[in-house]
């Protein structure tokens, strides 16, 4: 079964950094989009970046010049660093790969665990 395992998340006073990791596991023929999605408790999940099998990133407006999404291919890996964090960056961090593998027949969504991030002091 394929599964992605995210870390790096934490407390961490405002105006600091953090860097997340995610990394996807099991029979992987390809992975094609990779991103970071966040939900704020009592908010619905939403877009954070995410990033093509090309390199192409897309941002959300809140964390664009704030945050950097990038992948390691030979370790089936997607990272962001985020960096200037306030405390509406709070949130459980989720990763979401589009993911080709021996367990399907097409390219299936497979979402991480979470993380949690909250900025405080």
């Known amino acids: 079964q394929v599964q992605l395992v995210e870390s790096g998340g934490g407390l961490v006073q405002p105006g600091g950094s953090l860097r997340l990791s995610c990394a996807a596991s099991g029979s992987i023929r390809s992975i094609y989009i990779m991103g970071w999605y966040r939900q704020a408790p009592g908010k619905q999940r939403v877009l954070v970046a995410a990033?093509?099998?090309?390199?192409?990133?897309t941002y959300a407006d809140s964390v664009k010049g704030r945050s950097t999404i990038s992948r390691d291919n030979a370790k089936n890996t997607v990272y962001l660093q985020m960096n200037s964090l306030k405390p509406e960056d709070t949130a459980v961090y989720y990763c979401k790969a589009q993911i080709d593998s021996d367990y399907a027949l097409v390219v299936d969504d497979y979402w991480g665990q979470g993380t949690q991030v909250t900025v405080s002091s």
């Open positions: 990033i093509t099998s090309e390199n192409t990133t």
